[in-house]
């Protein structure tokens, strides 16, 4: 029966084979194993979130939706006019000229005094700007159409060559009729 001792077969008692590392050992590797398995899930979700993202984005088109609600639409700057200015009659600068009459209002900062001022004591400069400026134009430059580039040509120019400590925002045509012969 030796043959049998050295196999195993022995009779040991009974006892189960003795486990390696204690308590702590055991639950370390049990812990550890669960963080890994959190972390890689973590991962996977992240990667699939950003991908599903990607996929999206690329599939559609960019759409921009513009509110348009009173809080959202631009307001206008409210503006003070100076309505004094004579009215202008002159002729075009056409071969046959035109006769040309002109009422305008210069706009202005709401409550700034010192623009009103000096437009004021101005005026005959800005009568013989405006009876020249419409003087030097063609019928055809003084279509309605024109209206807008006119009205910034007028503001731009009465800032820049007339009026020396203020500066007018708008110019309002009241009145501009082009009458051909």
Wanted: glycine share 8%; proline share 2%; hydrophobic share 45%.
């Amino acid at each position: 029966m030796a043959d049998d001792d050295e196999l195993g077969f022995g009779d040991d008692g009974g006892a189960a084979p003795a486990k390696k590392g204690g308590k702590v050992g055991g639950i370390f590797t049990g812990m550890l194993k669960w963080i890994l398995i959190g972390v890689g899930a973590v991962i996977l979700i992240v990667v699939v979130v950003f991908v599903t993202i990607r996929l999206v984005q690329n599939n559609t088109t960019a759409t921009t939706v513009i509110p348009l609600g009173e809080s959202y639409t631009a307001q206008r700057e409210i503006l003070d006019w100076y309505q004094s200015l004579s009215t202008i009659r002159t002729s075009t600068a056409d071969e046959i000229p035109a006769s040309v009459i002109v009422s305008i209002a210069l706009g202005y900062k709401q409550g700034d005094r010192a623009t009103s001022t000096e437009i004021s004591l101005r005026m005959v400069e800005l009568s013989a700007f405006l009876r020249h400026y419409f003087a030097g134009k063609t019928a055809a430059e003084l279509r309605p159409q024109n209206e807008e580039r006119l009205k910034i040509e007028i503001r731009n120019a009465i800032n820049d060559e007339i009026l020396s400590s203020s500066k007018i925002r708008d110019v309002a045509l009241l009145q501009l009729d082009v009458i051909e012969q």
